[in-house]
């Protein structure tokens, strides 16, 4: 596993983990409340909400 790490591949490896947890969150639903939450800070911001 060091090996891994030290490699030029470690790049490659940690896209496509991040890849795999955002395809994982998109499926869980999680896309949806990020976006509810993202629209309640911005509207809280410019002081509509």
Do not use: D, N, Q, T
Not at 19 to 48: N, S, T
């Amino acid at each position: 596993m060091r090996r891994l790490f030290s490699s030029p591949w470690r790049g490659i490896f940690f896209a496509a983990v991040g890849l795999i947890m955002m395809g994982l969150g998109i499926y869980r639903g999680e896309m949806e409340v990020v976006l509810e939450k993202a629209i309640h800070i911005c509207m809280e911001c410019i002081g509509i909400g």
